[in-house]
């Protein structure tokens, strides 16, 4: 950017401050909500829950359905954020 631009872009500075640290947060939340850490942990807590007879067959293959379909959108996801 050359001195008489960046002169006459100086009043947007703030605007692209602010576009900037929106953008941070909004990445900080993407990566948060598509860990694929949590829904692990939650397979084996299922898996836990089974073992110890808290819960049916029904009930724990309901469940890991869902958390196996979370999983796959998470794996879509970041493969598509990589390609």
């Given at each position: 950017?050359?001195?008489?631009?960046?002169?006459?872009?100086?009043?947007?500075?703030?605007?692209?401050?602010?576009?900037w640290?929106?953008g941070?947060?909004?990445?900080?939340?993407?990566?948060?909500?598509?860990?694929?850490?949590?829904?692990?942990?939650?397979?084996?807590?299922?898996?836990?829950?089974?073992?110890?007879g808290r819960?049916?067959?029904?009930?724990?293959?309901?469940?890991?359905?869902?958390?196996?379909?979370?999983?796959?959108?998470?794996?879509?996801?970041?493969?598509?954020?990589?390609?």
């Open positions: 950017m050359g001195l008489i631009t960046g002169l006459l872009t100086l009043p947007l500075a703030p605007v692209r401050g602010v576009a640290v929106v941070q947060v909004a990445d900080a939340a993407e990566r948060q909500y598509y860990d694929p850490a949590p829904v692990e942990e939650a397979l084996k807590s299922l898996e836990q829950e089974l073992i110890a819960i049916s067959q029904e009930e724990f293959d309901r469940r890991e359905d869902d958390l196996l379909d979370e999983l796959d959108e998470i794996h879509r996801f970041w493969a598509q954020k990589q390609a």
